[in-house]
């Protein structure tokens, strides 16, 4: 098999010279979508039934895989599937889950009083001994409960609410809006089908917050003042500030006014990461700039190609 440049890394030992003469394909899936799991698939030859045998797989074993030294993470083995004739084994992997995976699960009580954004997640993590990527809006918060909720329960939560994403990858956790911009598509480079949704749109949002200042509540509304009825998301729950407000109206806009096109295209191999923003060409009135949602990487006989599936149209 003709292989890009990859390495594959098992318990630490760059084992794919080994597996070359076994490999039929290696797949790899990630996701920005909320609570979605990325996973690694890798399927054998087992010839001479070597991984019934002297290579069996050792379930939890952990896997760094890499495309052209971009890591794409780190997995533990979860399952092993064979079949008979042909003898194939199709190993697939999940994101590593350390020992620290526990302290994300264990349900607690805790509040944050004046507080950015920013600061109140680095804190979170903080605590669960992972490593940290955040990128978010600039926010501050008058203060932020947790009450009875694990700590993947509350950044799930406040990803929801701030219209971020939210994902475990490894020892590392993720919390971002910052979404790398991609570049260009052409329809004449890949295959693929788009569909079109008639969804409920809103004009505007409005919420109540506290000015502890005055000591008063106020409302707050962001989109159109004149919308009326079903053009508006009312939220429910008092947000600690005017700041606070209107950005969780602006998210609860993004949110129920997202995309009203979703694509599922197939091209040549690329390194592109889920969040990246793309421009299609070639596609008439559905040129524009999308955001990708998923992508699965495959790599066998065939070459490596990249699959999307993308939203939009983005900003």
């Known amino acids: 098999m003709n292989l890009p440049d990859i390495t594959l890394f098992w318990d630490n030992n760059n084992v794919l010279e080994n597996l070359k003469p076994w490999l039929i394909g290696i797949s790899l899936t990630e996701t920005i979508e909320n609570g979605g799991k990325d996973e690694l698939n890798i399927k054998l030859a087992n010839k001479g039934k070597i991984f019934l045998n002297e290579w069996y797989p050792t379930e939890g074993a952990r896997l760094k895989f890499f495309i052209q030294n971009y890591p794409c993470g780190e997995f533990s083995v979860d399952q092993l599937d064979f079949t008979i004739n042909p003898p194939t084994i199709a190993i697939r992997a999940q994101p590593y889950i350390s020992m620290d995976r526990g302290m994300l699960k264990t349900k607690k009580s805790m509040a944050f009083e004046n507080i950015t954004l920013a600061a109140l997640i680095d804190t979170i993590i903080t605590r669960t001994n992972h490593n940290a990527y955040v990128q978010c809006p600039d926010i501050h918060l008058e203060r932020f409960d947790m009450t009875n909720e694990s700590i993947e329960q509350a950044l799930t939560r406040l990803a ?156």
Not at 247 to 259: F, G, T, W
Not at 305 to 315: A, S
């Open 160 to 315: 929801d609410t701030y219209n971020c994403h939210f994902a475990i990858k490894g020892d590392t956790l993720v919390f971002s809006n910052s979404f790398n911009q991609g570049g260009t598509i052409h329809s004449d480079d890949c295959t693929g089908s788009f569909s079109t949704t008639a969804r409920d749109a809103i004009a505007a949002a409005q919420m109540e917050y506290y000015d502890p200042k005055t000591q008063k509540t106020f409302q707050h509304r962001e989109g159109d003042t004149n919308a009326v009825g079903d053009q508006v998301k009312v939220i429910f729950g008092i947000a600690t500030s005017a700041n606070d407000a209107k950005k969780r109206c602006q998210a609860a806009i993004a949110k129920v006014n997202k995309s009203t096109i979703t694509g599922n295209l197939t091209t040549k191999g690329i390194l592109i990461s889920p969040g990246t923003i793309i421009s299609i060409e070639g596609f008439g009135k559905l040129n524009n700039r999308y955001k990708v949602h998923r992508v699965c990487q495959t790599i066998d006989s065939s070459g490596w190609q990249t699959r999307l599936n993308i939203g939009g149209p983005h900003d």
